[in-house]
């Protein structure tokens, strides 16, 4: 049982708990949105007694993290929470006869010392209010009876915490003295590690124990670190100064030798270490006393992402879309008055059947840009929630972008029809037109009429004006967060602590999930801007981006080698044998061998489905770059396309909106740059499992979740194996790219198209062309030869460094602005996306005809030659 559970320290240590396979229920006056199914909850208050009596009913452990922060005076309703809350839980402990409870405490319990740190056999001598009702609650617990640990913590810190402390910090000045003292603080994934330690581990001794990181660090140094402006006169500080802020620097040094030599433990965060992570939680917020706001023109850190199992607030419940044997252990529930979904533009960033740890990465980082736009766009009620909870879907293990959501986001926008943006916009291809996109039942609405237009209207400006305006600034600090990460990382993993490890993990994925929501902030500008061009244009207007796109960066990386491999015979002698290169290369062309690594080090963390956790990345195997150089040698370079023709009303919204597309694919490059790191850092742990017997291959470490890894279940191997045979079936579950209400499953034969036959979906880059087909698959895009017709489900950006020697691109899935796409039309690679059933149809090996103007198909002939050649129609 687990007090304050929605509290920084209550919810890490429930889901360590529930990851090891305990179980958990948690009493807070707030119930979390992100709060776990899998853990009971109680909404209540410490001081009631009846409903204390009731949680601890029946458990054998109370982790207590209930207490009230009042620094400033001895105040009733505080030491009613504090005092009287814990008499409470001893008492209910008493009558049902739990054995041990864990209590939060802190170094406030020793009073001010300016000596030696105090070890926790020193004398108490409590100066502050809230010192005074520590040490009383711990004199409490002490003469108990039961089991009893006092973790006396310094200040939490780090990105998860959300709470005084980030009040404190994300003051828009911080007085500093230069002659203070350094302070102690601890992370919150340490905080989290001792705390669930301390309720399950039976070798630990009743007593109190000092949690603090390595180190000290000033108030100077933290706002450094945060990057917010200080005040150093006397006067003016002692005016802006707050009680909470002087609690903070009014702790004393604590002793941590016990945590080290009889816990054996040492924090994975150094103190500076904790600051500077801290700089995610309070970026783009700003506080003032106990009124705190985010900025209109930044992008927050999500800490609270919505569950999407629990009922909404008129009770309805979500009920499963597919049929049963199609439905996985993270698919998405749906409530049936949001039912049509569409997997075109997401399938691209996540091929499934996707994996578990894909599952707490992308997935998760995509829930939490639905969180973002939700908050952004403030529809209210259900349709705010259903955001905040569904805008995107997981069906069959494979994402799915909320159509019925996507309508409602639309409704914001003023003096547009949201049907003619879903249906005509050309974002979201021409599969969604098949569908309705209501049932049945549909939500409550707001009222419509002038006040609601007005409103609209102002949502719209705020979110196009701040979006736009603070973008640069979002993009550069993420690449900042990235190239900070990289640091933190070393080349040799081994390195690495376990504990170091785990925390790398959770701080790279936790990168990756700001990415998304950047990539939603992008998502969110781009698509207003575009609105306002239909509107000046009178239809869509193709971008001038740019082939300098970092999505690019791939393509562009072929073409630089194969120029460079053209004017060396003897790369081209040693490109044209079989086997791996490198080495050769290497030995015989070591200028080329250097324009290699040179390459890599700027795509090395790109790759087919590259942000499948499974997938390998070019720097994983640059054999994979080298042959594709290779097979582009005698590829002829494609003209560089024109710039489109835009109207010069528009040019201005055009620009800015080329601009966010832009800043889109750097965002999105570093995200998976993330990703690449956060891969090598769960293979390193895979090792290290597989080495202990824990895990019987390095691999499976991506069929777990990554919240479940520094706190593992309690047979790993097993839930591995269930996880595995699950991936195995849903490989044979094909959903349908677009449905609504229910799915059933897509038969996985198709009639395949004979000669004179064709298919069409959406060209979204002209050029016509004759080649053989190739059915595509990211372990399979070696396959591809030069001058074949490139048909895969969906690319990703990863896929696009084969697009130089690809006689064109069809995919089944995407859209104009997707990716691949954006790709393609800067390069002049003839590409046909939203083709149905392209992989299942097209004949493998048959010479086809690709209309990228057009977007048809057309098939030629069957069962052709090994030696037949294709040219290039126009």
Same mark, same amino acid.
């Given at each position: ?213 390595? %180190? ?5 140094? /933290? ?34 030798? &016990? ?82 979904? &569409? ?6 960033? &996540? ?8 599952? #707490? ?226 030995? +015989?062309?070591?200028?080329? +061998? ?31 770059? /080298? ?17 489109? #023709? /835009? ?38 742990? %895979? ?52 449905? #609504? ?134």
């Amino acid at each position: 049982m687990v007090t304050g559970a929605s509290g920084v320290i209550g919810r890490g240590v429930v889901l360590r708990l529930l990851s090891q396979g305990h179980d958990v229920v948690g009493l807070s006056r707030h119930r979390l949105e992100s709060w776990p199914s899998a853990a009971s909850f109680v909404q209540g208050d410490v001081r009631d007694a009846a409903v204390v009596r009731q949680v601890v009913s029946g458990a054998h452990v109370v982790v207590h993290c209930a207490w009230a922060v009042d620094p400033a005076a001895d105040d009733p309703d505080s030491r009613e929470i504090n005092v009287g809350g814990t008499a409470n839980v001893l008492d209910a402990m008493a009558r049902h006869g739990t054995r041990r409870i864990v209590l939060a405490s802190s170094a406030h319990v020793y009073g001010i010392e300016r000596g030696e740190p105090l070890a926790e056999d020193s004398h108490l001598q409590p100066v502050s209010a809230h010192g005074l009702d520590k040490a009383r609650v711990e004199e409490m617990v002490a003469v108990c009876g039961v089991q009893w640990v006092a973790i006396r913590s310094a200040a939490v810190l780090g990105r998860g915490v959300d709470n005084w402390v980030r009040r404190v910090l994300s003051s828009p000045l911080l007085p500093v003295d230069p002659a203070a003292r350094g302070i102690q603080v601890v992370h919150s994934d340490d905080a989290h590690r001792v705390f669930a330690r301390a309720a399950v581990d039976p070798g630990i001794d009743s007593g109190p124990v000092n949690l603090a990181a390595p %180190g000290e660090i000033t108030l100077h140094e /933290i706002a450094d670190a945060l990057g917010r402006p200080t005040v150093r006169s006397r006067k003016l500080a002692t005016l802006i100064s707050s009680p909470e802020l002087n609690l903070l620097l009014s702790a004393p040094a604590m002793n941590t030798a &016990l945590l080290h030599h009889k816990w054996n433990f040492s924090p994975a965060w150094t103190a500076p270490e904790c600051a500077q992570d801290s700089a995610l939680a309070v970026r783009g917020r700003i506080s003032i006393g106990t009124w705190s706001a985010s900025l209109p023109w930044r992008l927050t850190h999500v800490q609270d992402i919505p569950a999407v199992d629990t009922p909404a607030a008129d009770g309805v419940a979500p009920v499963p879309a597919g049929p049963q044997n199609g439905t996985g252990e993270f698919d998405t529930p749906i409530d049936p008055r949001f039912p049509t979904f &569409l997997a075109t533009n997401l399938s691209e960033a &996540l091929p499934g059947p996707f994996s578990p740890s894909s599952a #707490s990465v992308t997935v998760k980082g995509l829930r939490a840009g639905g969180a973002i736009i939700a908050r952004r766009l403030r529809p209210g009620g259900l349709i705010q929630r259903e955001m905040a909870t569904r805008t995107v879907g997981v069906f069959a293990h494979r994402l799915y972008g909320a159509i019925t959501t996507a309508h409602f986001m639309a409704e914001v926008v003023p003096f547009v029809k949201p049907e003619t943006v879903i249906r005509q916009s050309g974002y979201f291809g021409e599969s969604v037109a098949a569908v309705p996109i209501h049932g049945e039942q549909q939500p409550p609405r707001a009222p419509g009429g002038p006040l609601r237009t007005i409103r609209n209207l102002g949502v719209f400006a705020a979110n196009l004006v701040g979006l736009t305006t603070g973008a640069a600034q979002d993009t550069r600090d993420f690449v900042d967060d990235i190239e900070r990460l990289e640091a933190q990382v070393p080349q040799d993993l081994s390195q690495l602590t376990d504990e170091r490890l785990q925390s790398m993990i959770l701080l790279a994925r936790d990168h990756v999930i700001d990415g998304w929501v950047l990539a939603m902030g992008s998502f969110m500008s781009f698509a207003a801007l575009s609105v306002i061009l239909r509107g000046l244009n009178g239809r869509d207007i193709v971008l001038p981006v740019g082939q300098e796109l970092a999505s690019a960066q791939p393509l562009s990386a072929v073409y630089r080698l194969a120029r460079a491999a053209q004017r060396d015979p003897n790369v081209v002698r040693i490109l044209a044998a079989r086997g791996d290169h490198l080495d050769e290369l290497a030995a +015989h062309a070591p200028e080329f +061998h250097a324009a290699v690594l040179a390459e890599l080090t700027v795509i090395g963390h790109r790759g087919p489905a590259e942000v499948e956790m499974r997938s390998s990345s070019y720097a994983d195997d640059p054999e994979l770059l /080298i042959r594709m150089v290779a097979k582009s040698l005698d590829t002829p370079i494609r003209p560089e396309t024109s710039p489109p #023709s /835009i109207p010069l009303r528009a040019r201005p919204v055009a620009l800015l909106a080329a601009r966010q597309l832009r800043d889109r694919e750097v965002r999105r490059d570093r995200m998976v740059r993330a990703i690449w790191l956060l891969r090598n850092l769960l293979r390193e742990l %895979g090792r290290r499992l597989a080495n202990s017997g824990v895990l019987g291959d390095a691999d499976d470490v991506f069929y777990l979740l990554v919240d479940e890894l520094d706190a593992l279940p309690a047979d790993p191997a097993a839930l591995v194996a269930r996880r595995r045979a699950e991936q195995i079936r849903l490989a044979g579950v094909v959903p349908p790219p677009v449905f #609504s209400g229910d799915w059933r499953a897509v038969p996985v034969a198709a009639t395949a198209l004979n000669p004179g036959q064709s298919m069409s979906g959406v060209g979204v880059c002209g050029g016509r062309v004759r080649g053989r087909v190739r059915i595509v698959r990211p372990d399979t895009i070696d396959d591809l030869q030069a001058g074949e017709i490139l048909v895969a489900e969906v690319t990703d950006v990863g896929y696009t460094a084969a697009f130089s020697y690809a006689g064109a691109v069809v995919t089944e899935l995407g859209g104009p602005m997707s990716h691949a796409a954006v790709v393609a039309r800067e390069f002049g690679v003839p590409c046909v996306v939203d083709v149905h059933d392209a992989t299942r149809r097209l004949p493998p090996g048959a010479l086809v005809e690709v209309d990228g103007t057009g977007g048809t198909i057309r098939v030629l002939e069957l069962d052709l030659p090994s030696d037949t050649t294709f040219d290039t129609v126009e």
